[in-house]
């Protein structure tokens, strides 16, 4: 089952210490990456920056287009009035064949805040348990997941956060 996920973190650097940590996981075999990105808003930046790194060629660009306008719409549109809540809409609606819903969408935005950072990714065939050990101790929160809440319970057991 493809995976989708995103996990915030608290300073603009811990998502891209995450996604190392994901990588060797990726090497030794506990998961398989598709593809993530890491979103990083640094203290009086005016806008976050995204790194995208596909793990597969054949899919790498549709994940990066995808990384684009998912980033671009949720943080990149004003915050207030109408057009963010169209853009927003309009975004639920590309992302809902992944699973992602439009009040997770709303979650993202205003979680992933400047001083933050988050880690997006799509995984396959996973080792939660011992996945869950690598990012032990790590302060994070689960925003989003296109998981069953019984999954996503067990998710959040093994790798802690919210």
Same mark, same amino acid.
């Given at each position: 089952?493809? +995976?989708? +996920?995103?996990?915030?973190?608290?300073?603009?650097?811990?998502?891209?210490?995450?996604?190392?940590?994901?990588?060797? @996981?990726?090497?030794?075999?506990?998961?398989?990456i598709l593809d993530h990105a890491v979103v990083s808003w640094p203290v009086g930046a005016e806008h976050p920056t995204t790194t995208h790194s596909?793990?597969?060629?054949?899919?790498? @660009? *549709?994940?990066?287009?995808?990384?684009?306008?998912?980033?671009?719409?949720?943080?990149? !549109?004003? !915050?207030?009035?109408? !057009?963010?809540?169209?853009?927003?809409?309009?975004? @639920?609606?590309?992302?809902?064949?992944? =699973?992602?819903?439009?009040?997770?969408?709303?979650?993202?935005?205003?979680?992933?805040?400047? *001083?933050?950072?988050?880690?997006?990714?799509? +995984?396959?065939?996973?080792?939660?348990?011992?996945? =869950?050990?690598?990012?032990?101790?790590?302060?994070?929160?689960?925003?989003? +997941?296109?998981?069953?809440?019984?999954?996503?319970?067990?998710?959040?057991?093994?790798? *802690?956060?919210?």
């Amino acid at each position: 089952m493809t +995976t989708f +996920t995103v996990w915030k973190f608290d300073g603009p650097e811990r998502a891209d210490r995450a996604a190392l940590v994901l990588r060797d @996981a990726a090497r030794d075999g506990l998961v398989r990456i598709l593809d993530h990105a890491v979103v990083s808003w640094p203290v009086g930046a005016e806008h976050p920056t995204t790194t995208h790194s596909h793990e597969e060629n054949k899919r790498g @660009a *549709g994940w990066g287009a995808f990384w684009g306008v998912l980033v671009g719409a949720l943080f990149f !549109v004003p !915050v207030a009035g109408g !057009v963010a809540g169209a853009a927003i809409g309009a975004l @639920a609606k590309s992302t809902e064949d992944v =699973g992602i819903t439009k009040q997770q969408l709303e979650t993202i935005r205003t979680e992933v805040t400047e *001083g933050s950072s988050a880690l997006f990714i799509v +995984t396959e065939e996973g080792d939660l348990d011992r996945l =869950g050990e690598r990012f032990h101790g790590m302060e994070k929160k689960l925003l989003a +997941t296109n998981l069953t809440e019984g999954e996503r319970e067990i998710l959040i057991e093994t790798f *802690g956060g919210a």
